[in-house]
């Protein structure tokens, strides 16, 4: 971390980026708000009252869509202009809302749960710049605000932004002393809270500002010590992304239950571990989902029928024996700690970074759902920080997911403006 933020080029280990987010809530902000998330191939639009201290959020409006495939691989004109239109559908579904805003114009905010570039081909090439200044980005911006005045609509959008960064707004709304937000889902990355000064220079572009939102891009964290094995290398080597991502593909949803697939496979065919002849489906990539994966694990019934259930829904295996469905819940408890204590391991890398004590969000489906994984990544985290710091370090699920970081900032804009002028 040290050395990604005190130099502008790139680090063999992690390239964290600076985001132009700058102000953040302070939990006193009221009004409607707008927000829309871009998740993978879907779009959620949402709208909702903050009331400030004494009544958070109320009136939640929420609808989320599927993009066509051929709006995608469109431009970026294309993809803004499409959700423009939907954005004024959802609009124009809730005239009480719009009535209750008024007439002035308001501001929207816009988070992603994916990065762009895996989805929208136009930003492949350049997405992954490391500055806030990053020209896809602000060219979507650009093209969207463009596009909301062509619909008629009287909202602006500031930036464009991960929704991690959603989530770390969400938590200073509900707590200020919040400083660090985590993804924990399909895919993940954390965002915190740095001091200016630590910042190199030439990277700072908002120099009168004393505290940057940094996105850590985490899942691209790479480093000798981490625990790799052969299961991790063919996954890689399977993946989309063959080099890249090692840290996401050791504790991120995408990759769990490909893992643990990689091991039964091997086991089927040493050990006969389902019969003399391998499950033709167990071949199959991705097949095996993290819910799956979490429903096995956190399978409690007598002789694991649970495990023999997803087993035959799955991957179509009939019949296994008890002791079979026990090694399969044991390759998920295997599979499931080392990920939750690598991941606690990077929270316990944040805090130590920044020397401060204080408030972790978490958002994402796997955090979220996963009680097995949660409660292993909160046992490192207290372990690692001892008795005396761990007493201090509160991590709870974020109020900023699911799209709403988008609202959150928004807001923050919005009253940050208004003190400006």
């Known amino acids: 971390m040290k050395i990604s933020l005190a130099s502008s080029g790139e680090t063999p280990t992690l390239n964290m980026k600076i985001s132009n987010v700058t102000s953040l809530p302070q939990g006193d902000e009221e009004g409607f708000y707008y927000g829309v998330n871009l998740q993978g191939k879907h779009l959620l639009m949402l709208c909702a009252r903050l009331g400030g201290k004494n009544m958070p959020?109320?009136?939640?409006?929420?609808?989320?869509?599927?993009?066509?495939?051929?709006?995608?691989a469109g431009t970026s004109e294309e993809i803004t202009d499409y959700v423009a239109t939907e954005i004024a559908k959802f609009v124009s579904g809730h005239p009480e809302i719009e009535e209750s805003a008024g007439a002035k114009k308001k501001k929207m905010g816009f988070t992603l749960s994916y990065p762009v570039d895996e989805v929208m081909p136009f930003a492949a090439t350049t997405f992954q710049r490391k500055g806030s200044n990053d020209p896809v980005r602000k060219g979507m911006v650009k093209d969207l605000n463009r596009a909301l005045t062509n619909h008629g609509m009287k909202m602006h959008v500031s930036s464009l932004v991960d929704e991690t960064i959603g989530g770390l707004a969400g938590g200073r709304y509900y707590n200020t002393e919040s400083v660090a937000a985590i993804t924990l889902g399909m895919s993940t990355n954390a965002a915190y809270v740095e001091p200016a000064e630590e910042v190199a220079n030439e990277l700072t572009q908002s120099p009168n500002s004393s505290?940057?939102?940094i996105s850590m891009e985490w899942g691209n964290f790479s480093s000798p010590r981490l625990p790799l094995t052969s299961y991790d290398a063919s996954v890689d080597a399977e993946s989309s992304n063959p080099g890249s991502g090692t840290f996401e593909k050791l504790i991120s949803g995408m990759y769990l239950g490909e893992v643990v697939r990689h091991v039964l496979l091997k086991l089927a065919k040493e050990t006969?571990?389902?019969?003399?002849?391998?499950?033709?489906?167990?071949?199959?990539?991705?097949?095996?989902?993290?819910?799956?994966?979490?429903?096995?694990?956190?399978?409690?019934?007598?002789?694991?029928?649970?495990?023999?259930?997803?087993?035959?829904?799955?991957?179509?295996?009939?019949?296994?024996?008890?002791?079979?469905?026990?090694?399969?819940?044991?390759?998920?408890?295997?599979?499931t700690e080392r990920g939750a204590r690598l991941a606690g391991a990077g929270i316990v890398g944040i805090i130590k970074k920044l020397g401060r004590i204080e408030n972790r969000k978490m958002e994402g489906g796997l955090y979220e759902h996963y009680r097995i994984f949660r409660n292993y990544l909160h046992s490192s985290v207290w372990e690692m920080l001892g008795n005396d710091l761990s007493d201090n370090v509160i991590v709870e699920h974020s109020h900023g997911g699911s799209g709403t970081g988008a609202l959150f900032l928004a807001a923050a804009h919005t009253y940050a403006h208004h003190g400006d002028s």
């Open 57 to 72: 959020v109320s009136a939640l409006q929420r609808e989320e869509i599927s993009i066509p495939d051929a709006v995608l």
């Open 211 to 213: 505290e940057l939102v």
């Open 272 to 335: 006969a571990l389902f019969g003399s002849s391998v499950p033709p489906k167990l071949m199959t990539p991705y097949l095996l989902r993290s819910f799956d994966m979490a429903a096995m694990h956190q399978d409690t019934s007598e002789d694991r029928e649970i495990v023999g259930e997803k087993l035959r829904e799955v991957f179509e295996i009939g019949s296994c024996s008890p002791m079979a469905r026990e090694v399969v819940a044991e390759v998920c408890d295997i599979v």
